[in-house]
Structure formats: structure tokens, C-alpha cells
């Protein structure tokens, strides 16, 4: 049983480390060799491609087990708990089975293996018992932590933040992504690495998570060259792409289109608004057009634009992007920054929640924190208290009255986002909220500006056309920055 789990363990850990065989064909190149470096990167990529895969046939032939570990250094038990459910769930997320939980009070964690030595006696006690193979601890442990952890209880030992990192590194699936992923999991393992190679200086040699190549201050100072220059690389590159969502989003912005950003905690129903508003409005065939969506935390990672022309009513551009989640790994924050700022842009967010869990309120601040700290706090939301057919269940069983869906009331909107009439309702909220801001002006346009009419009419604002000598009347909706840029035309 020893020998099976140790072989699990291994190649959990194998699969963290695919970012040494990316770096290794990486090498040291110049700017000149970039080319060539490409393709080096698409067999790397490729090399990805294929840990990822044994990852989920690691997964699912060998059915890894964990041991969860939370210390609660002064929270309430009502939070403690609460996290330690979302440390399951993130677990679940990456298909290891939780083994068991072990939970401990102190007011400081301890300095050399984060919790008591008697609790990592238990545990090592437990690992046989429970057919246990790699332990995962709520917090972010330290790099000499984790190693002397290991060491006691001769297994893998990750944290919160190497597992929000693995769950990411198994969902990217565009090349962006790919390489935001791939730029955090190096820099949450470049402090690992450098504090592994005093423990090696002082030891003379050893094996570890990154020694696979040899041992010693030597290869390690070579290792950590490698890493740092695969960062530049790849942030080079990320640079390059985030030039390139610049210019499109620019475009975007020109066009004068309303933008609506869907965003809020991992789970709670973006990507299902998104998908339900394409099969119903999308502007062409929405089977091609749509974003997964699934029970699972962080099913999305990238961000989709769409197009959105619902009847009778003006379009709007409505994105789709990554959820928050409470203690998001600040590498992780930095790498996606791009993509997580998508919101930044928006003329509306629409901020799902998913109204069936208990801890609604808590995700709303998460999201409220994380919205504000990406530049995105003053954008205009409407709250979309999505999932409400569940709660109405409960309600149902519990006799208790039932509340009406879909119902808007302010900014509020209590919706299921697999109904029609939810998101007919949601699509009335947008559409008063983006005209909140709006005058009806009556403007007087010569022949010659038929593209600020189109440029109107394409946005969906005009009331009405007349054709008249002196020139197109026409009565439209305008946004204080039309009126200001148009006022040469607007009569009334
Ligand atoms: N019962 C019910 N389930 C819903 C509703 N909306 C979404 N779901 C389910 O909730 C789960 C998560 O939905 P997603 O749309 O993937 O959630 P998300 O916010 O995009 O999640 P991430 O991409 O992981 O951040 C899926 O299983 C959906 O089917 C709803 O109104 N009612
Ligand atoms: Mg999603």
C-alpha cells in the first residue's frame, strides 16, 4: 500500500513540475533567436499538453486521496469553517478525494512545521490508515515549512495557493491563459527553489521537489537563472497579447457599443447567463459562440466577448471572464491581470451571485475588494442574484413563503439564468441602467454625417428618423459624452 501511494504522490508532483522541462528547452537564447525559440515553445507547449493529460489519467486510474489542514489562528469558528469547506471544494476541483480533515487552534502557526508537532504526529499516523497521499493546508506555508513537512511525513505536502495554481494550470486552455498560468507557478516556486538550495549548500546534496537534474548551489543558481529568464520571456510575451486585447478592445470602444462585463465569485452562474443570452439573442449561430460552463470552481479562465441583439431593444458587448475567489494567489493576480481588467472597460457589471449558497454575502465583499483593487469599484453594477429557483426549492420544503422569480426591484435582480422570462427581466435591467445616464436630444444632421446616424442607429439609441430638406432629424438617446461632442447638431 506504501509502495502505490508513493507512486501517486510522485506523479501529482511530476505534473508540478512540467514548468523544468519547459524551461530546460528553453535555455538561455537571445532576443535574436526569438523564432526559433517559438517553436521550441510549441513542442514545450505540446509537452504541456501531454502532463495535463497524465494528470487527468493520474487522477483518474489512481484516485489520489488528501488529508485537508486548517489552523484557525483567530478567526471565528463560522469563517474557519467556512474556508475549510471552500478548501474541499478547490480539492474537488482537481478530482482528489478528501481522505479526511484535521483542524487545529493555536494563536501563532509553528515556525518550523506550520501546525503542532503533535497534530503532524496524528497526521503521519492517519496517512496509512486513510490510504492518504498528499496533504493540502488551507494558508500559504512557507517554503521550509512544506520541506520539513515533507520530510516527517514522507509525502506531498502543497498549500491553498499551489493548489489554486494547479487547478488553473489544469483548466488554461488558451495560449494566454497558458502563459499567465505558467508565469505564476514559476514565481510561486522561485522562493521554493532558492530556499531549498541553502538547505542543499548546508547538506551537501539531497533530492527535492526541483533537484531532479543533480544537486547542489551549482545547478540551483542555474535552475534559478533558467526560471528568471523563462519569467522575462514569457512576460515579453504576455506584453505582446495584452497589445493585442488592447487593440481589439479598443475597436471595441470606438464602435460606440455598450459594454456589459459579467463578473462575480468562481460558480455562481457567469458563464450560464452568458451562454443563455447567445441562444437567445446572439447576433449569429450561438452553438459555436458558447463558453463552458459547469458545477466546478474556476471552469473559466479566460475572457469571451459577444454580442448580444436582443429584440426590440439596443445591443450591447457582453463579457464572460475569470470569478474571484477569497485569497487569490497574488501571482496568480499578477499574471491574469490583464484579463482579470477586461471588467475595467465595461458601461455596466453585472455582478452574479449565486443566491443558493449561505455565503453569499461574504462573495459579494470578496468581489466588491476584488473589483476595486483592478481599477473596476466605480463602474455602475447591477447585483444578479442568480440560482433563485433553488432557493425557492428550499423554501418550497421547509413551507416557508415563497419568493416571486424573476423579480427586479432597483438594482437588484433575483433571477435563474436557465429560465427565458429571468433573463428577459435581466435584459430590461441592463438596458435601464445604461440609459440611467441618458437624455433624449432632438438633433439636426446635414446629409453629409449619415455615419453618425448609422453609428446611432448601430448602437440601438435612435427614437426616430425624418428625412427633411435642411437636413436628417433625428431624436435620440445621448450619453453625456455625446452630447457634448454632437452639440454643433442638437437642436433641442
Ligand atoms: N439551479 C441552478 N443552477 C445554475 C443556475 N445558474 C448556473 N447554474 C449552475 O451552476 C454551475 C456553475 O455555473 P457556471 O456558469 O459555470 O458558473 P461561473 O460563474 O461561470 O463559474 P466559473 O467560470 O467557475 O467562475 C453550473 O453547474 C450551472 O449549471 C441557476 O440559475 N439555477
Ligand atoms: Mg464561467
Not at 378 to 399: C, H, M, R, T, W
Amino acid at each position: 500500500m506504501t509502495q502505490q501511494k508513493t507512486v501517486s504522490a510522485l506523479r501529482v508532483r511530476e505534473v508540478f513540475k512540467y514548468n523544468i522541462s519547459v524551461i530546460e528547452s528553453a535555455s538561455f537564447i537571445t532576443y535574436n533567436e526569438w523564432e526559433v525559440n517559438r517553436q521550441q515553445e510549441k513542442i514545450a507547449r505540446n509537452k504541456i499538453d501531454m502532463k495535463n493529460e497524465l494528470y487527468e489519467n493520474t487522477q483518474k486510474v489512481e484516485n489520489v486521496r488528501a488529508i485537508l489542514v486548517g489552523l484557525n489562528t483567530g478567526r471565528s469558528d463560522d469563517e474557519f469553517e467556512r474556508s475549510m469547506d471552500e478548501l474541499k471544494e478547490l480539492t474537488k476541483a482537481i478530482d482528489i478525494e478528501v481522505a479526511s480533515t484535521v483542524t487545529q487552534s493555536l494563536n501563532t502557526p509553528d515556525k518550523g512545521t506550520y501546525i503542532g508537532s503533535g497534530k503532524v504526529q496524528e497526521i503521519a499516523a492517519a496517512l496509512d490508515v486513510l490510504d492518504a497521499s498528499i496533504i493540502i493546508f488551507n494558508d500559504s506555508l512557507s517554503p521550509m515549512q512544506v520541506r520539513n513537512l515533507e520530510k516527517i511525513l514522507d509525502t506531498e505536502v502543497i498549500d491553498r495557493t499551489g493548489l489554486i495554481l494547479q487547478i488553473f494550470a489544469k483548466r488554461a486552455g488558451t495560449r494566454e491563459a497558458r502563459l499567465q498560468v505558467e508565469s505564476a507557478q514559476l514565481q510561486y516556486m522561485l522562493p521554493r527553489l532558492v530556499g531549498m538550495g541553502k538547505t542543499l549548500s548546508r547538506q551537501g546534496g539531497g533530492s527535492g521537489r526541483l533537484s531532479n537534474k543533480g544537486s547542489g548551489e551549482k545547478q540551483l543558481e542555474l535552475d534559478r537563472r533558467r526560471i528568471e529568464h523563462r519569467i522575462s520571456e514569457l512576460s515579453n510575451e504576455l506584453k505582446n497579447l495584452e497589445k493585442e486585447r488592447t487593440t481589439q478592445r479598443n475597436r471595441r470602444l470606438r464602435s460606440n457599443i455598450a459594454c456589459v462585463a459579467l463578473v462575480g465569485y468562481t460558480n455562481a452562474g457567469k458563464s450560464t447567463v452568458m451562454n443563455n443570452l447567445l441562444r437567445l439573442y446572439g447576433s449569429e449561430s450561438a452553438d459555436d459562440k458558447t463558453v463552458l460552463e459547469k458545477d466546478m470552481l474556476f471552469a473559466t479562465l479566460d475572457t469571451t466577448v459577444r454580442k448580444i441583439t436582443p429584440s426590440g431593444r439596443r445591443p450591447f458587448l457582453l463579457s464572460d471572464t475569470v470569478g474571484f475567489i477569497s485569497e487569490l494567489p497574488h501571482a496568480l493576480v499578477k499574471a491574469f491581470r490583464s484579463t482579470l481588467e477586461e471588467a475595467k472597460y465595461a458601461d455596466v457589471l453585472l455582478e452574479v451571485i449565486d443566491f443558493s449558497d449561505p455565503e453569499y454575502r461574504f462573495h459579494m465583499e470578496i468581489t466588491e475588494k476584488t473589483l476595486a483593487e483592478i481599477g473596476a469599484g466605480d463602474i455602475p453594477v447591477i447585483y444578479v442574484f442568480n440560482k433563485a429557483d433553488l432557493v425557492q426549492k428550499e423554501q418550497e420544503e421547509s413551507g416557508r413563503l415563497v419568493m416571486e422569480v424573476p423579480k427586479a426591484s432597483g438594482d437588484r435582480i433575483y433571477i435563474c439564468a436557465k429560465e427565458d422570462a429571468s433573463l428577459d427581466e435581466l435584459i430590461a435591467a441592463i438596458e435601464r441602467k445604461l440609459s440611467e445616464d441618458e437624455k433624449e436630444c432632438e438633433l439636426l444632421l446635414p446629409y453629409t454625417e449619415g455615419g453618425i446616424v448609422n453609428a446611432f442607429e448601430n448602437r440601438g439609441i435612435v427614437k426616430e428618423t425624418k428625412y427633411e430638406p435642411s437636413g436628417i432629424r433625428i431624436r435620440a438617446m445621448l450619453q453625456r459624452a455625446d452630447i457634448s461632442q454632437y452639440s454643433d447638431y442638437i437642436v433641442d
